[in-house]
């Protein structure tokens, strides 16, 4: 079993900026691909962004592309997502999902059902 905690959410005005984390435990960190996910009121959980196993590939919803930043930490069990130039629809709660390392294409890891594990989400809320 892996336990996700999500921190860092909150209220912030548009342009701002927030650092999400997601800290790991119960499985090595380094077998464990992450993503970030949200979920807006009323829509599905979407994928946002992804890092590989070591760091070396990350991916992104086209969205968030060149405002968010993912990227771990497997020495603190730890995955971030920076997020900056905050927009009102970026507006959701905020997951973190592990999977386990294999089939890492940019198709995979942005696919909800292959990840096993989910943190209990953090608000984040972006005023206009």
């Known amino acids: 079993q892996v336990q996700l905690v999500e921190s860092g959410g909150g209220l912030v005005q548009s342009g701002g900026s927030l650092r999400l984390s997601c800290a790991a435990s119960?499985?090595?960190?380094?077998?464990?691909?992450m993503g970030w996910f949200r979920q807006a009121p009323g829509k599905a959980r979407e994928f946002v962004a992804a890092?590989?196993?070591?760091?070396?590939?990350?991916y992104y919803a086209d969205s968030v592309k060149g405002r968010f930043t993912i990227s771990r930490d497997n020495a603190k069990n730890t995955v971030y997502l920076q997020m900056s130039s905050l927009k009102p629809e970026d507006t959701a709660v905020y997951y973190c999902?592990?999977?386990?390392?294999?089939?890492?294409?940019?198709?995979?890891?942005?696919?909800?059902?292959?990840?096993?594990?989910w943190g209990q989400g953090t608000q984040v809320t972006v005023s206009s």
């Open positions: 890092v590989s196993w070591n760091g070396d590939s990350t």
């Open positions: 999902g592990a999977r386990l390392v294999g089939g890492s294409t940019a198709q995979a890891m942005a696919a909800i059902a292959l990840y096993r594990y």
């Open positions: 119960g499985r090595p960190f380094s077998n464990l691909n």
